[in-house]
T-cell receptor, first 111, second 115 residues
Framework: QKEVEQDPGPLSVPEGAIVSLNCTYS??????FMWYRQYSRKGPELLMY????GNKEDGRFTAQVDKSSKYISLFIRDSQPSDSATYLC???????????FGTGTRLQVTL | ETGVTQSPTHLIKTRGQQVTLRCSSQ?????VSWYQQALGQGPQFIFQ???????GRGNFPPRFSGLQFPNYSSELNVNALELDDSALYLC??????????????FGPGTRLTVL
């Protein structure tokens, strides 16, 4: 079993839709949770960073962490064609140096 | 403030050859991490360098090695290339202990193709 599970998609939604992206994890040592966006053939770009359980909002993006269920989510409101990309969840244990990534979910926002 | 840069952008090698990839960290960042991303997969941690010392290593064989220089730039060396080494190699820089988080910022990557 992988430490971080993420549905690879692809996920196709119409412009303006609310998108929900999710990851589950098995390692209780994970304390920091991140979402990265990666366009084709580019490096990952940090979108959201959270530490504790609860919600964090930044513009159209909301990150949600539920440590008791080992489940994190990223919500995108009013999705745009420019949001079409692969979304990677990543996690960090407090004393570790490495990020552990999910497989990534490919999102396509259509006109 | 300049971001993370990597060179070269693309590289084609043959099996058995050796390759060196380079990374310049973001201004003010003293830590560099290297990741390998196979097609359709998430990045896999190779190793991290902090102040010129290796600070954690993933499940990669010894033919993957690295260096960090006094200016915090870094190199990834891969010897005896295998076909499965074909991937996007990503460098990320961070400043643990300097900034409030250990957030890692990624460069654009080097795409390595092994024939």
């Amino acid at each position: 079993q992988k430490e971080v599970e993420q549905d690879p998609g692809p996920l196709s939604v119409p412009e303006g839709a609310i998108v929900s992206l999710n990851c589950t994890y098995s390692n209780s040592a994970f304390q920091y949770f991140m979402w990265y966006r990666q366009y084709s053939r580019k490096g990952p770009e940090l979108l959201m960073y959270t530490y504790s359980s609860g919600n964090k909002e930044d513009g159209r993006f909301t990150a949600q962490v539920d440590k008791s269920s080992k489940y994190i989510s990223l919500f995108i409101r009013d999705s745009q064609p420019s949001d079409s990309a692969t979304y990677l969840c990543a996690m960090l244990a407090g004393t570790a140096s490495k990020l552990t990534f999910g497989t990534g979910t490919r999102l396509q926002v259509t006109l | 403030e300049t971001g993370v840069t990597q060179s070269p952008t693309h590289l084609i090698k043959t099996r058995g050859q050796q390759v060196t990839l380079r990374c310049s960290s973001q201004s003010g960042h003293n830590t560099v991490s290297w990741y390998q991303q196979a097609l359709g997969q998430g990045p896999q941690f190779i190793f991290q360098y902090y102040r010129e010392e290796e600070n954690g290593r993933g499940n990669f064989p010894p033919r993957f090695s690295g260096l960090q220089f006094p200016n915090y730039s870094s190199e990834l060396n891969v010897n005896a290339l295998e076909l499965d080494d074909s991937a996007l190699y990503l460098c990320a820089s961070s400043a643990p202990g300097v900034t409030s988080t250990d957030t890692q910022y990624f460069g654009p990557g080097t795409r390595l193709t092994v024939l």
